[in-house]
């Protein structure tokens, strides 16, 4: 039973000395993967971005009224 494991080990161990095919450089496949994006189109760019602005301001003003109160109610207290 141990000259099998030991037979099968060296039979493995010879294997892994093949030839090694040449890798692909990092560009080759940053420019692949950009290739894959979907970019989107002016009309959708726009809308996109006013909604984040028109959100990102909303929740200001609701983290500012928000911050006014707690402040007014800890004045109130000292």
Not at 61 to 73: E, F, P
Request: aromatic letters at 6%.
């Amino acid at each position: 039973m141990g000259d099998a494991a030991v037979n099968s080990t060296e039979k493995t161990a010879g294997k892994s000395k093949e030839p090694k095919t040449p890798k692909k450089s990092w560009f080759k496949g940053l420019k692949s993967e950009f290739s894959k994006i979907i970019w989107p189109d002016k009309e959708t760019l726009l809308k996109e971005s006013v909604t984040v602005v028109v959100i990102s301001v909303a929740l200001g003003v609701v983290i500012a009224l928000v911050d006014m109160v707690i402040r007014a109610g800890i004045n109130v207290i000292i």
